[in-house]
Each structure stands twice: as C-alpha cells, then as structure tokens.
C-alpha cells in the first residue's frame, strides 16, 4: 500500500490561499491515480479533485472549478492542491487518497483505498 501524509493546511482569511502538500511513500507513486477529498463538520466527506497518474488529466468538483487546482510531481512523490479564493464554506479537513495501484482516474470515493491523516483547512469570514 502507498502512504500518504497531507500538510499545507491553516487559518486563512476569506479570499485568501493555501497549497496543500502530500507526500506518498511505500510504493511507485506514479503507479497511482489521486485525488483530493474534503469533510466538513457534520458533512459527509466530498470528492475536489483528481489527477490520472501521468497528471494529464485532471477533474475538479463544480464547486471549486476555476479556484483549486491539482497537480502532481512524480519526481517528488508529491500530491499538490492549490487553492485560491478560499471561501468560509471551504473550510474542512482535506485529505488526498489513492485508489487501487494501476486504476486510472476516478472521483467515486468509494474506489479510493488509500487515505492520508487529513489536514485542516479554515477559512474565516
């Protein structure tokens, strides 16, 4: 199985940005597609985004399309999230998953067996 550890998260003001790191160790990241997930309190957990595992492909949840971005660097074993015009309804913990090794690109999150610690993202109005 791949590890995965999430950092990046924090307090920030409405409009602000952040960018989410994590880390894969364990096996050939570029083996995995990826994709970041979200849950805020009292939620269920939501997909964001997802990246096949060349990066060439991405998707992003409608509701952060045009403000978040995922992207990938093989090199670094290293899963990104960029976020910008953060608003208070993006608070959450976010955690970034792997599916099974080898699949491609899915943004069921119930086809995700790998999941990080989480980080926390908080957006004050």
């Known amino acids: 199985q791949v590890q995965l550890v999430e950092s990046g998260g924090g307090l920030v003001q409405d409009g602000g940005s952040l960018r989410l790191s994590c880390a894969a160790s364990g096996r050939t990241f570029s083996n995995y597609a990826m994709g970041w997930f979200r849950q805020a309190p009292g939620k269920e957990r939501e997909f964001v985004a997802a990246?096949?595992?060349?990066?060439?492909?991405?998707a992003h949840a409608d509701s952060v399309k045009g403000r978040f971005t995922i992207s990938r660097d093989n090199a670094k074993n290293t899963l990104y999230l960029q976020m910008n015009n953060l608003k208070p309804e993006d608070t959450a913990v976010y955690y970034c998953?792997?599916?099974?090794?080898?699949?491609?690109?899915?943004?069921?999150?119930?086809?995700?067996?790998?999941w990080g610690q989480g980080t926390q993202v908080t957006v004050s109005s």
């Open positions: 990246i096949s595992w060349s990066g060439g492909v991405t």
């Open positions: 998953a792997a599916p099974r090794e080898g699949s491609p690109l899915t943004t069921r999150l119930d086809q995700f067996l790998n």
